[in-house]
């Protein structure tokens, strides 16, 4: 069984169910007991979209913000999108197909996990970045390394028998990007996880940093998430699991392209 995450007291008193806006069947707007976007929503005192408004799927559709569903005995039940609402709240969202079923929350309560063996050929088959991939908020572009902006992270001297972990302070109103440049001191290749940090766990992409080489991996903040403040963070570790240095200089830079 699934473990999920909660959001039951968010949801408590505001909302008598929250699911998908496809849920909902046009029989049902036809027979004029459903009302299309008629509410607003704020969150924190901060409004995410008025009544009347809609939203623009993925697939680039725009689609009711809120459902209203009255019953025949005249009370009414509100729905608002699931993946709207886990985004404001900052809680991992995933359909699983084969169980039919939408996972809030972690499936895997530790996070992310990265299977490889010790040898160097098991580092060489890992990219060095993941441009066209996307995680959380976030997706990665072509490497773009910046001396402008606004440094996240001055640049760093890290040596340690440690995993080096970061969170990034990512602020939408500094610029749509950020850059991290990683310099491999050590001897052996490192893996390279970043990405985005949950309220609840982590979503990152791993890329490998050679042994003696410098690499640059830059993300970019999507316009159409609904996260208010998305977290970033890296994390660089010899992966292996049986020891070793991470030996690194690292810097971060957030910029406007």
């Given at each position: 069984?699934?473990?999920?995450?909660?959001?039951?007291?968010?949801?408590?008193?505001?909302?008598?169910?929250?699911?998908?806006?496809?849920?909902?069947?046009?029989?049902?707007?036809?027979?004029?007991?459903?009302?299309?976007?008629?509410?607003?929503?704020?969150?924190?005192?901060?409004?995410?979209?008025?009544?009347?408004?809609?939203?623009?799927?993925?697939?680039?559709?725009?689609?009711p913000?809120?459902?209203?569903y009255?019953?025949?005995?005249?009370?009414?039940?509100?729905?608002?999108?699931?993946?709207t609402?886990?985004?404001?709240?900052?809680?991992?969202?995933?359909?699983?197909?084969?169980?039919?079923?939408?996972?809030?929350?972690?499936?895997?309560?530790?996070?992310?996990?990265?299977?490889?063996?010790?040898?160097?050929?098991?580092?060489?088959?890992?990219p060095?970045?993941?441009?066209?991939?996307?995680?959380?908020?976030?997706?990665?572009?072509?490497?773009?390394?910046?001396?402008?902006?606004?440094?996240?992270?001055?640049?760093?001297?890290f040596?340690?028998?440690?995993?080096?972990?970061?969170?990034?302070?990512?602020?939408?109103?500094?610029?749509?990007?950020?850059?991290?440049?990683?310099?491999?001191?050590?001897?052996?290749?490192?893996?390279?996880?970043?990405?985005?940090?949950?309220?609840?766990?982590?979503?990152?992409?791993?890329?490998?940093?050679?042994?003696?080489?410098?690499?640059?991996?830059?993300?970019?903040?999507?316009?159409?998430?609904?996260?208010?403040?998305?977290?970033?963070?890296?994390?660089?570790?010899?992966?292996?699991?049986?020891?070793?240095?991470?030996?690194?200089?690292?810097?971060?830079?957030q910029?406007?392209?």
């Amino acid at each position: 069984m699934k473990k999920q995450h909660p959001v039951i007291p968010f949801l408590g008193g505001v909302l008598a169910m929250v699911l998908t806006v496809g849920c909902i069947t046009t029989a049902l707007a036809a027979s004029g007991m459903v009302r299309f976007s008629p509410v607003a929503l704020d969150l924190n005192g901060k409004a995410v979209f008025a009544a009347g408004d809609t939203l623009k799927h993925e697939s680039g559709q725009e689609v009711p913000s809120s459902l209203v569903y009255t019953d025949e005995a005249g009370g009414g039940t509100t729905y608002l999108p699931l993946r709207t609402i886990a985004n404001l709240l900052d809680v991992p969202i995933t359909w699983d197909g084969e169980e039919n079923t939408v996972v809030l929350g972690r499936g895997n309560p530790g996070g992310f996990t990265v299977e490889l063996g010790t040898g160097d050929s098991n580092w060489s088959s890992l990219p060095l970045h993941q441009a066209e991939k996307t995680v959380g908020p976030f997706a990665e572009v072509q490497p773009a390394a910046r001396k402008g902006g606004i440094m996240l992270l001055e640049e760093t001297q890290f040596r340690s028998g440690s995993d080096f972990s970061q969170d990034i302070p990512f602020v939408r109103a500094n610029g749509r990007y950020v850059s991290i440049t990683v310099t491999n001191n050590g001897a052996q290749p490192l893996l390279f996880q970043a990405g985005h940090l949950y309220a609840t766990g982590r979503d990152m992409l791993s890329t490998q940093i050679p042994a003696g080489a410098t690499v640059t991996r830059t993300f970019e903040a999507l316009e159409n998430s609904a996260a208010i403040q998305p977290r970033f963070g890296v994390d660089i570790s010899t992966g292996s699991g049986e020891g070793g240095t991470v030996d690194i200089q690292i810097s971060a830079v957030q910029f406007n392209g």
